[in-house]
């Protein structure tokens, strides 16, 4: 059978001219998509509105089939209990080998506790905003972003940071009433100010957008990675927290290595958001104030 | 006014009933990113773009050729691709589809298929473009969407077709 063609429209004028007002319409939306497109490029935030008020009807969708998946789920302490003895032995074993390291690090501990208690550094403390889950992702589109079961009414705001019990996961990028957007570490547009946990080197990790991300040296030249070196946030720029779990490393490099994310952020838990580490400046005074 | 009693020696739905279904068949293949993963990588196909590419190829009367907008904004609002990606990439696709009919008199499902495959691929493509820098390492795993996707199109061939079976049978 010869499939049906578009539209022939034989004499009639009236046909002739809906079809041609159909091509001037698809014309135009064509045009019309690639102006938001550019508008979106320069100004990424310009249609959250529109977006958040669709995530408003879909996130209690996405978070019910969460729910199902959830408790569709095999619990995995079952596998636990082969093999047992000998993994409370080894466990026993460990125990024992890192008893002087605890050790060590609780003395450690008191003495910082104490001298920080005599320069009195005033500590800032990150409270947590919201305790959520994540409910979807973009899972289609080349960016990383998920979806928060948490908004505005629980006080989620754009650019607060977002972890997991392993690890840091990413931040705030646009809020709705009752859901938000996280921007994944994993986005290529995210990037996360870090340091190496054994000797402090300063490192930005960069997301790629397939799972991985970039770490590069931001200290000195000719740095050397290690397989399984462990990066925790800085602290610089002031959004993420310092001391929160980032990435290690997958391979030997120099300056620019591999890292594997901590976080699993499809984990079926929950995610924690915090504040900013610190408060946004105030925006410069103007003119007439300065009079 | 209200609508004529339908008949009851088997008329289909009309043409306006028909074209309606299909857009909510395309709007309801758009939801697919709402399923409960956090994924770290694309993987999920746009099966909104290939619903819309089943019903086109299935016949062009159900569908005007600038539904692509309308359609597509459902789907930028959803996939987290930037707005209007969708808007002009499916209209555009649309359009060189009824060019593409006045040239190919005859396809047949392997034509269609071809068609849905190289649709899909200068979407995401294009997509891709618009929503990540260059230097991102995304198109590897974009290949693999674009295959994902295309091997995934007579499913959603056979959706179009059952949905509008359904619909043209005689009642």
């Known amino acids: ?291 | 006014m209200t609508a004529p009693r339908p008949s009851k020696f088997g008329e289909p739905i009309s043409a306006r009933r028909r074209s309606l279904v299909a857009a909510g068949v395309v709007m309801l293949g758009s939801l697919l990113p709402i399923v409960p993963v956090v994924a770290s990588i694309p993987y999920l196909p746009p099966f909104g773009l290939l619903l819309l590419l089943a019903w086109r190829l299935r016949n062009p009367a159900i569908l005007p050729v600038w539904a692509g907008a309308p359609l597509g904004l459902w789907d930028d609002l959803l996939s987290g691709q930037p707005l209007g990606s969708a808007v002009s990439l499916w209209t555009a696709t649309l359009i060189v589809i009824d060019i593409l009919d006045h040239r190919l008199v005859w396809r047949t499902f392997w034509q269609d298929w071809m068609i849905a495959a190289i649709a899909v691929a200068v979407f995401l493509f294009g997509a891709r473009l618009a929503s990540t820098p260059l230097t991102a390492h995304v198109d590897g795993v974009i290949l693999i969407q674009i295959i994902i996707a295309a091997a995934l199109y007579p499913l959603a061939a056979r959706a179009c077709g059952r949905v509008d079976e359904i619909g043209q049978r005689p009642r």
Do not use: C, W
């Not at chain 1, 709705?176 to 921007?183: E, K, T």
């Open chain 1, 1 to 291: 059978m010869a499939p049906p063609v578009a539209s022939r429209t034989g004499f009639s004028r009236r046909a002739q001219y809906s079809v041609f007002i159909a091509y001037v319409a698809a014309g135009v939306g064509v045009v019309v998509g690639a102006l938001l497109v550019l508008l979106s490029a320069f100004d990424p935030p310009a249609f959250a509105a529109l977006r958040s008020g669709v995530a408003e009807i879909t996130t209690p969708i996405s978070s019910g089939f969460h729910g199902l998946r959830r408790a569709a789920t095999v619990p995995g302490g079952l596998t636990d209990y082969f093999g047992g003895a000998d993994k409370i032995r080894a466990l026993r074993k460990q125990l024992a080998d890192e008893h002087a390291i605890v050790m060590r690090a609780r003395t450690i501990n008191r003495e910082n506790a104490r001298l920080r208690a005599l320069l009195r550094a005033r500590d800032v403390d990150p409270t947590p905003v919201v305790v959520a889950r994540l409910v979807n992702s973009s899972g289609s589109s080349a960016r990383r972003f998920a979806t928060l079961n948490a908004g505005k009414f629980q006080g989620v705001e754009p650019g607060q940071p977002v972890r997991g019990p392993e690890g840091l996961i990413g931040r705030v990028l646009e809020t709705g009433l009752n859901a938000s957007r996280i921007l994944l570490l994993t986005d290529a547009e995210s990037i996360v100010p870090v340091r190496r946990t054994r000797d402090g080197l300063p490192a930005i990790a960069s997301g790629r957008g397939d799972g991985t991300l970039d770490i590069r040296s931001a200290g000195s030249v000719n740095a050397a990675f290690r397989r399984g070196d462990a990066f925790v946030t800085s602290g610089t720029g002031g959004i993420y927290p310092p001391n929160i779990p980032v990435a290690r490393i997958m391979t030997d490099a120099r300056d620019a290595a591999l890292g594997q994310p901590f976080a699993n952020p499809d984990a079926l838990d929950f995610a924690l958001v915090q504040r900013a580490f610190l408060p946004a400046l105030p925006p410069p005074p103007t003119a007439t104030e300065a009079k």
